[in-house]
Structure formats: C-alpha cells, structure tokens
C-alpha cells in the first residue's frame, strides 16, 4: 500500500480503496509472484531447521544435502497446493533441482557470516505509518552475536534490488525501511535485501558498520544517487518522516494522478483506463501500445 502511495496516491486509492485491479495476463510457466514463493518458502524451510550459523556449520555434508531436498520439495509443494496445475511433472523436478542449487549457494555465504541467530522467520509484525497501523509479515530478522549485537533485517529478492528505491520521500521500496523502524527491543543494525538471483547471490543493503553482513555497506560508504544520508540515525529518521508522510497521505484520502517518475512509473502501472494519465501528462507517447490500438 505504501509503495503505491509512493508512486503515485491514485494507485495507492484505486488499489486499497476500490479494490480496482487490471486484468492479469497469462503466463507461460510460473510468474514472477510464484518464483518469489518458491524461495521464500525454499528459505523459511532451511532455517527453522538450521536456526543459527553454528548448526549450519555443524550439519554434515550428507545431511545438509538432505535437509536442502526436503525444503526444495517443501517449497515446490507450497505452490503446488496454492496453484494447482502449475507446477507438476518433469517441470516440478526441474524447479526443486534449480532451487536446491540456489539454496547450497546461498548457505556457503551463510557460512562465511560472522556468528547470528534468526530471531524471526516469516512472522507478522505491526507497523506504524503516519496514522497508520499496519501488520506485515517480516521475511527474517538476524540476531547479530558479534560483540556489538543489533538486528538484522532480510528480505529475499530473486530480482535486482537497489538501495536507492529506499531513499527519498517517495521511496520506490518502502518495505524494509518500514520493518526497520518497527518496535523492537534491540537496534536495528543492518538492513538488506538477500539476491538469490542465481550467479549474483549475495547480500545488498546498507548498515551501521560494516561488519554487520558481508558485502554491505555502511551509510558512510553508499554513494547512490543525490538522496544521500550521513549517518545512520539521519538514515532512519529519513525514514521514519518518508514512511509517516506516505501513510498520513493515504489516511487523509490523498487520491491524487501523480506519478513520481512520470510516465515511466505509469508504464509498470494497471490503472491507466481508469485514471487516464496519458490524457493528464500531455497525450500518448509514439511508442505507447495504446497508440497503435486506438
């Protein structure tokens, strides 16, 4: 809800508030939302098994083939049971043998982490957005045991995350800058998307310093783009203002066509019929499928 507040409040209005939705389009094999299931439901198996580094250091060779076939075969069989028909056969075999070698790749870089415990596991959290309060269900949060301690907070992405769509006043993610500032006993140290997009897995977030997670780096460090922050405590207060003024806007029935990249954002959007954007942003662009069907 918050990412279509961000980019654009009419979506954010049509989506939450009409429950208006475009037509999917079908698709050959599995969409984008099914993949995503596949590894979320391929790591939430692994690690309420594992729980901590010293286990996955612990679990022999033999048995962690094993426990990474029955969570590949756990995954495949969540979709199964979500979808019927869309994952069967040959087409099941080749995606539990694809996720199993997501999986041994991935735990090779838990490996080489400096000591955690998860501390949650796919568990609802409440939020709070301006005068919101919201329930999101957190993909992992780390426990970090290193001398300095702190959280850790994970979201699992199979695509190509930027940390810049955190930043701004109208982030393009606005996800884990929302978990990060949830009410929790310990301070959050990190927070990070884990890529397993096969050939580039590996963690991309930002951090307090940079011994929290591997290949993260610290505020200082991150040169994104003009949004950028000094500090760690002025990283989460951007948030905490970006967040509270996305959810004040939606509360308030801010229903406004604004897209926040014009009409490159309206181009990844289902609303256009409805909102009629291209007639608000000065006509139809040449290249616009639409253009060729009027």
Known sequence: MLADQAACPFRAFA???????????????????????????????????????????ATSEEELGKLIDRAAGDAVAAVRARRPGR?????????????AGVAREWLEIERARKPFEVHLLEERVT?????LRLTGRVDRVDRLLDAQGGLAVIDYKAGKPN????????????QLPLYALAPVDEEIRAVAFAKLKVGELGFVGLARDDQALPGVRTVAEYRGGSARVESWRQLLEGWREAVDALGEGFASGDARVDPRDGLATCARCDLAPL????????????????DEQA
């Open 275 to 290: 909102c009629r954007v291209h007639e608000r942003l000065g006509g139809i662009a040449a290249d616009d499928p639409a």
């Open 163 to 174: 940390v810049s769509q955190w930043l701004g006043p109208r982030p393009e993610e606005p």
């Open 87 to 99: 994952l069967e056969g040959a087409f099941a075999d080749l995606e539990r043998e694809r996720l």
């Open 127 to 131: 939020l709070f957005a301006g005068g």
């Open 15 to 57: 989506h939450f508030r009409l429950a208006t939705r475009g037509l999917e389009n079908p698709e050959a094999g599995l969409d984008p939302r099914e993949r995503g299931i596949l590894l979320h439901e391929l790591m939430a198996s692994l690690w309420r098994t594992l729980r901590d580094r010293e286990t996955l250091r």
